[in-house]
C-alpha cells in the first residue's frame, strides 16, 4: 500500500522561506512521477512543480518558477519543495501525489496521479 506523508507546513511572512517534505513508501516502480500540488480556499487544485525520481528532471508552474526548487533524497524515498521568496498567494494546502504514467504534457493533471498525501498547510502572512 502506497503512503504519502507531507510535513514542513507552517507559517511564515512574505519574503521567507519553507521547505516541505513528502516520505513516500510502498511503491515498487522504480521511476515514477512525483508532483507537488496546492490548494487554496476557494480554488482549484493546482499543481506547482514535477519530479521524475528516475532521472531527477523537474517541471515547475510559471507561477513558482524561480522561487521553488524540487528534489529527492538518495534513496528516492523523499521528496522536498524549498520554497523561497514566499507570497501572499503561495498560501495553500500543500499535496504531494505520486503516479507511473510521466507526461510532461499532462502533469498538471491531478487524474494523472495515483496516489496522494492528507496535505500540509502553508499560510504567508504580511
Known amino acids: 500500500q502506497v503512503q504519502m506523508v507531507e510535513s514542513g507546513g507552517g507559517s511564515v511572512q512574505a519574503g521567507g522561506s519553507l521547505r516541505l517534505s513528502c516520505a513516500a513508501s510502498?511503491?515498487?516502480?522504480?521511476?515514477?512521477?512525483m508532483a507537488w500540488f496546492r490548494q487554496a480556499p476557494g480554488k482549484e487544485r493546482e499543481a506547482v512543480a514535477l519530479?521524475?525520481?528516475?532521472?531527477?528532471?523537474?517541471v515547475y508552474a510559471d507561477s513558482v518558477k524561480g522561487r521553488f526548487a524540487v528534489s529527492q533524497d538518495n534513496a528516492r524515498s523523499t521528496m522536498y519543495l524549498q520554497m523561497n521568496s514566499l507570497k501572499l498567494e503561495d498560501t495553500a494546502m500543500y499535496y504531494c501525489?505520486?503516479?507511473?504514467?510521466?507526461?510532461?504534457?499532462?502533469?498538471?493533471?491531478?487524474?494523472?496521479?495515483?496516489?496522494w498525501g492528507q496535505g500540509t498547510q502553508v499560510t504567508v502572512s504580511s
Open positions: 510502498g511503491y515498487t516502480h522504480s521511476r515514477v512521477c
Open positions: 501525489a505520486i503516479g507511473i504514467l510521466c507526461s510532461r504534457s499532462r502533469w498538471t493533471e491531478a487524474a494523472m496521479y495515483r496516489d
Open positions: 519530479l521524475y525520481t528516475g532521472g531527477g528532471s523537474t
